[in-house]
C-alpha cells in the first residue's frame, strides 16, 4: 500500500488496532522473537502490509544496539585501487559487497582510502571487510583500536593477524600469467609488484621465484610505490627496460603501473608483444581499456566480495549469540559463502584454506585468465 503524500503515517498502534492484539504481539510478530502463534504472526504481517506499516529502522537500532552497517575499508590509495574514473578494484568490490549487505538488511559505508587520522572512528558500523591489508595496516590498527570484529578480502600478512579471510589465491594467480607468458615463448620475464607487504606483492614474489626456478630463468623483481600509480610504473619499467634490454615479459601485478609499463614501452619503441608481452592481474577497466588490451586475470571478485560480506556476518551474528569463538563463527559464514559460490576449486564447501601463509581463510572461487592482445604471440 502506498501512503499518499501528505498522509499520517500508520504505527504499530494502528496494526496491534487492527489485528485486536497488543502492540508488544506485533513487535515479536514483525521481528520474529517471542511465543507468537504462527498464523497469529502471518495475520499481523499481512495486516500490516495492507496497512503500509514500516517500522521505525533507527529505533529498532537504538534497541538492539545495532547499527546494521558494515564498512567496507582499505588502506590501499585510490591511485591504484580506483584511479580517475573511481571504477577500479576496490569499486568492483564495494558494488558486490553493497548488494549482499543489503540482502541481510545491512548497509554498506564505504571508507576512502585509510592512510592515517581517524578514518573509522567516525562512523557507526558493526564490523568490516578489510581489502588487502598491509602488515602494518592502518584501517587494521583503527578497528583493533575500536574492539569492531573484521575479516581480510585476501590473505593478512601481519604475523599477529589471525582475522578470517576470503583467499583471493595470489600466488594462483601469477601462476596462471606466467604459464602463459612461457606457454607465448617469453624466456626473460619480469615480475613488477608494488613496494608493500600486501598478500597480492608477497605471494607473487614467492610464487615468480619458484616458477623462475622451475624453468630455469633468472630472476628479476622490481618494485614501484603504490601511490605512484601509473606514472611511479612508466618510471620503474623504462628504467627496467635500460637496465636489462633482454626482458621481453613483464607480469606487471598492479594494473595502473601496467598501463605506465604500455607507455614505458610505446616510448622505448619496443612492440607489444612482438617485442615484450605485458600481462597484469586485474581484468578491469585499465585492461580493458589499454591499446593494447591488456592480457588480465578474472578474479571473481563480485563472489568473493559476497563470501567476504557472509563470513563477516557470520561473525556478527555469533558475537551477539554469545557464540563459541571466531573461527567457528567463520566456519558457519564460510559455508554459506561456500554454498553460495555453486563450485569453482575451494569453493565448493566453504572449507577453510591453510594455502600461502597459515591462517582461516575461506577458498574465494578459481581465477579465469583473459588472454588480450598484449601477450597473444601464438594463436
Given at each position: 500500500?502506498?501512503?499518499?503524500?501528505?498522509?499520517?503515517?500508520?504505527?504499530?498502534?494502528?496494526?496491534?488496532?487492527a489485528?485486536?492484539?497488543?502492540?508488544?504481539?506485533?513487535?515479536?510478530?514483525?521481528?520474529?522473537?517471542?511465543?507468537?502463534?504462527?498464523?497469529?504472526?502471518?495475520?499481523?504481517?499481512?495486516?500490516?502490509?495492507?496497512l503500509?506499516?514500516?517500522?521505525?529502522?533507527?529505533a529498532?537500532?537504538?534497541?538492539?544496539?545495532?547499527?546494521?552497517?558494515?564498512?567496507?575499508?582499505?588502506?590501499?590509495?585510490?591511485?591504484?585501487?580506483?584511479?580517475?574514473?573511481r571504477?577500479?578494484?576496490?569499486?568492483?568490490?564495494?558494488?558486490?559487497?553493497?548488494?549482499?549487505?543489503?540482502?541481510?538488511?545491512?548497509?554498506?559505508?564505504?571508507?576512502?582510502?585509510?592512510?592515517?587520522?581517524?578514518?573509522?572512528?567516525?562512523?557507526?558500523?558493526?564490523?568490516a571487510?578489510?581489502?588487502?591489508?598491509?602488515?602494518?595496516?592502518?584501517?587494521?590498527?583503527?578497528?583493533?583500536?575500536?574492539?569492531?570484529?573484521?575479516?581480510?578480502?585476501?590473505?593478512?600478512?601481519?604475523?599477529?593477524?589471525?582475522a578470517?579471510?576470503?583467499?583471493?589465491?595470489?600466488?594462483?594467480?601469477?601462476?596462471?600469467?606466467?604459464?602463459?607468458?612461457?606457454?607465448?615463448?617469453?624466456?626473460?620475464?619480469?615480475?613488477?609488484?608494488?613496494?608493500?607487504?600486501?598478500?597480492?606483492?608477497?605471494?607473487?614474489?614467492?610464487?615468480?621465484?619458484?616458477?623462475?626456478?622451475?624453468?630455469?630463468w633468472?630472476?628479476?623483481?622490481?618494485?614501484?610505490?603504490?601511490?605512484?600509480?601509473?606514472?611511479?610504473?612508466?618510471?620503474?619499467?623504462?628504467?627496467?627496460?635500460?637496465?636489462?634490454?633482454?626482458?621481453?615479459?613483464?607480469?606487471?601485478?598492479?594494473?595502473?603501473?601496467?598501463?605506465?609499463?604500455?607507455?614505458?614501452?610505446?616510448?622505448?619503441?619496443?612492440?607489444?608483444?612482438?617485442?615484450?608481452?605485458?600481462?597484469?592481474?586485474?581484468?578491469?577497466?585499465?585492461?580493458?581499456?589499454?591499446?593494447?588490451?591488456?592480457?588480465?586475470?578474472?578474479?571473481?571478485l563480485?563472489?568473493?566480495?559476497?563470501?567476504?560480506?557472509?563470513?563477516?556476518?557470520?561473525?556478527?551474528?555469533?558475537?551477539?549469540?554469545?557464540?563459541?569463538?571466531?573461527?567457528?563463527?567463520?566456519?558457519?559464514?564460510?559455508?554459506?559463502?561456500?554454498?553460495?559460490?555453486?563450485g569453482?576449486?575451494?569453493?565448493?564447501?566453504?572449507?577453510?584454506?591453510?594455502?600461502?601463509?597459515?591462517?582461516?581463510?575461506?577458498?574465494?572461487?578459481?581465477?579465469?585468465?583473459?588472454?588480450?592482445?598484449?601477450?597473444?604471440?601464438?594463436?
Open positions: 500500500m502506498t501512503i499518499p503524500r501528505g498522509a499520517r503515517r500508520p504505527t504499530i498502534a494502528d496494526v496491534a488496532e489485528a485486536s492484539v497488543s502492540r508488544t504481539t506485533v513487535s515479536h510478530a514483525l521481528n520474529g522473537i517471542g511465543k507468537v502463534d504462527p498464523r497469529t504472526r502471518e495475520r499481523i504481517k499481512k495486516i500490516a502490509a495492507e503500509g506499516y514500516r517500522p521505525n529502522l533507527r529498532q537500532r537504538l534497541r538492539r544496539g545495532e547499527a546494521r552497517a558494515i564498512a567496507l575499508a582499505s588502506s590501499m590509495p585510490f591511485a591504484v585501487a580506483g584511479g580517475p574514473s571504477l577500479g578494484f576496490y569499486m568492483e568490490v564495494a558494488a558486490a559487497a553493497a548488494e549482499r549487505a543489503l540482502v541481510h538488511e545491512y548497509a554498506l559505508v564505504l571508507i576512502p582510502p585509510v592512510q592515517s587520522g581517524s578514518a573509522l572512528y567516525t562512523v557507526d558500523i558493526d564490523g571487510i578489510v581489502v588487502e591489508p598491509a602488515a602494518d595496516d592502518a584501517a587494521v590498527a583503527q578497528l583493533r583500536e575500536r574492539g569492531l570484529p573484521y575479516v581480510t578480502l585476501g590473505r593478512p600478512t601481519a604475523p599477529d593477524d589471525d578470517l579471510y576470503v583467499d583471493l589465491h595470489g600466488g594462483r594467480v601469477v601462476e596462471l600469467l606466467l604459464d602463459h607468458l612461457r606457454v607465448q615463448g617469453a624466456r626473460r620475464p619480469a615480475l613488477v609488484v608494488g613496494a608493500g607487504t600486501r598478500h597480492s606483492s608477497v605471494d607473487a614474489r614467492a610464487a615468480y621465484e619458484r616458477t623462475a626456478a622451475a624453468h630455469g633468472t630472476p628479476l623483481v622490481a618494485t614501484a610505490p603504490e601511490d605512484g600509480g601509473e606514472q611511479a610504473g612508466y618510471d620503474r619499467c623504462a628504467a627496467l627496460l635500460t637496465e636489462h634490454p633482454d626482458v621481453d615479459a613483464l607480469c606487471v601485478l598492479v594494473d595502473a603501473f601496467a598501463v605506465g609499463a604500455v607507455r614505458a614501452l610505446h616510448d622505448a619503441g619496443r612492440r607489444i608483444p612482438d617485442d615484450v608481452m605485458v600481462v597484469t592481474r586485474y581484468d578491469g577497466l585499465r585492461a580493458r581499456t589499454c591499446e593494447p588490451p591488456l592480457t588480465a586475470v578474472d578474479l571473481r563480485d563472489r568473493a566480495a559476497a563470501d567476504a560480506v557472509e563470513l563477516l556476518l557470520g561473525r556478527l551474528g555469533a558475537r551477539s549469540a554469545g557464540g563459541g569463538g571466531e573461527f567457528a563463527a567463520g566456519a558457519g559464514a564460510g559455508a554459506a559463502a561456500g554454498a553460495d559460490a555453486g569453482g576449486v575451494g569453493a565448493g564447501a566453504g572449507s577453510f584454506v591453510g594455502g600461502e601463509g597459515a591462517g582461516n581463510g575461506v577458498a574465494a572461487p578459481e581465477p579465469r585468465l583473459v588472454v588480450r592482445a598484449s601477450s597473444l604471440r601464438r594463436r
